[in-house]
């Protein structure tokens, strides 16, 4: 039902050396029957309702001469135009009159302020005014920012829909009082394989939104109320189309509940499991077997693993045991890839190792992402480290041909040249948008990597 195949960077390594690192690449393909089937969809809106909210970002507008203040801030007051919240209650609407949804599609809302609710509980796709009035009464609240709340309401609600594709869009344009709350839910969320969206607009934490997405294997947006020169953020008037395509994605969640077994021998240690493809992801360690979230219909889902290995003599040995089980909503089945061998030789002396193009090609598009998160940390304290890192990374964008995260890459490089730091905005940009634009490697590409760039990669 799944096709797998695991592929090592390298499959000899030299005896006597400790430690060495290893990396396979795990990739995953729903077979034609899988890809097919039409898993039941259980998405809930998790939506801030805030005071900030209300802030006019869109059309014509004229000012009244008033002002007022929310959550301590002072806004003008105008007349006219469209508000973050209006622009989120059109944007759901259009979803459920899209025609894409389908009877067993089920949809909540829910809201968090000061306090959370839910608007309307999972509710079928088809019961379109149920869903429309609960969308409408988003208008109806305000207060601060608790982003946890919203998260433990949503988790109840998705907790007990097993064999059905699940997914949380939260939408916010604040920075949350409960922080590490949110942080704790999602590594529960990540444990029950619900992925998370986050639509960050304004003054957002993108480091915590960050981590929401990559930790449960959900997906990242920066919303932008202004002109941007950078395909990696979106517009928020073009946020329907953003909203009904993360709806259409979990649509094609076909493969759910992805766990991996691994059995490694004595003296290897398995330290990192991160998704590469389509987004970047990352992992928790800590029970066995790892949640490692769902695969798409008509496409590859990509892994790599890193191992580390201590000395060992020249033999040709097992190292490890890997095997997966997942779920198939759509067929109400279940699945399991039995236990397969990862077998290396180890030789005595200096070895003429080739390395697999394509898994390291994947690798170098995990040290972009990380590359540019050193860059936009040292940016206020060391702008010139901050320049350097971004141009190892532009390097490492343009060898993998990833010409959109090169052009913003470039954006940043021009205003730590200007100004000595990255505004707020752009580093929202490539932060955020880092972690969406991950592309295949071909495998046939004729980019031979030199031997120092093996050596970065690898560590080796």
């Known amino acids: 039902m799944l096709d797998v195949s695991i592929v090592a960077n390298r499959e000899i390594l030299t005896a006597q050396i400790a430690p060495q690192k290893m990396f396979v690449m795990l990739k995953l393909r729903p077979n034609r029957s899988i890809s097919q089937s039409t898993p039941a969809t259980n998405f809930v809106f998790l939506i801030d309702t805030s005071g900030s909210m209300y802030e006019v970002v869109s059309g014509e507008t ?9 959550d301590g801030k002072t806004y003008q007051q105008v007349k006219g135009g469209k508000s973050k919240m209006d622009l989120v209650i059109d944007s759901l609407k259009t979803l459920v009159d899209s025609g894409q949804l389908q009877p067993s599609d089920r949809i909540a809302i829910v809201k968090f302020d000061d306090q959370s609710a839910t608007l309307i509980p999972l509710t079928s796709a088809i019961e379109k005014d149920k869903l429309i009035d609960a969308i409408e009464s988003l208008k109806k609240f305000s207060g ?49 394989n619900i992925p998370i969206t986050a639509l960050g607009v304004g003054n957002y934490q993108e480091d915590l939104l960050i981590y929401l997405g990559e ?17 990696l953020a979106i517009s928020i008037d073009k946020l329907p189309q953003k909203i009904i395509e993360e709806f259409s994605q979990a649509q094609q969640d076909v493969v759910t509940n992805l766990h991996l077994h691994c059995k490694t021998v004595q003296g290897v240690e398995l330290t990192r499991i991160a998704r590469v493809y389509p987004e970047p992801a990352e992992f ?18 990509i892994f790599i693993l890193e191992f580390n290995i201590t000395n060992r003599p020249a033999a040709k040995v097992r190292i490890a045991q890997l095997g997966l089980t997942y779920d198939v909503p759509g067929k109400n089945q279940k699945g399991e890839f039995p236990p397969q061998n990862l077998v290396v030789q180890f030789v005595n ?42 141009e190892a990374a532009k390097r490492l964008t343009l060898r993998i041909g990833n010409e959109t995260m090169r052009k913003t890459i470039s954006l940043a490089q021009d205003e730590l040249r200007k100004t000595r730091k990255i505004s707020d905005a752009t580093r929202k940009t490539i932060k955020m948008g880092s972690r969406g634009k991950t592309i295949l490697i071909d495998e046939q590409q004729d980019d031979s990597l ?11």
Do not use: C, W
């Not at 598009?365 to 940016?379: C, D, E, S």
């Open 144 to 192: 601060g920012t608790y982003l946890g709340k919203g998260m433990q309401e949503s988790l109840q609600l998705l907790s007990f829909q097993t064999m059905s594709s699940r997914r949380v869009l939260i939408f916010t344009d604040g920075m949350t009082f409960d922080e590490e709350f949110s942080q704790e839910l999602a590594r529960k969320f990540a444990s029950e």
């Open 215 to 231: 930790v449960t294997g959900g997906r990242l947006f920066h919303i932008t109320t202004e002109e941007n020169n950078s395909e």
């Open 62 to 70: 004229n000012p009244t001469g008033k002002v007022y203040q929310i």
């Open 349 to 390: 002396g200096e070895v003429d190792v080739s390395f697999n193009e394509e898994v390291m090609g994947y690798l170098q598009q995990l040290n972009t992402v990380g590359l540019i998160k050193q860059a936009t940390q040292l940016a206020q304290n060391d702008p010139a480290k901050a320049t350097e890192l971004l």
């Open 284 to 301: 928790d360690l800590i029970v066995q077997p790892y949640s490692i979230g769902n695969a798409s219909a008509n496409d590859e889902t």
């Open 450 to 460: 030199s031997e120092e760039t093996i050596r970065q990669i690898s560590e080796t």
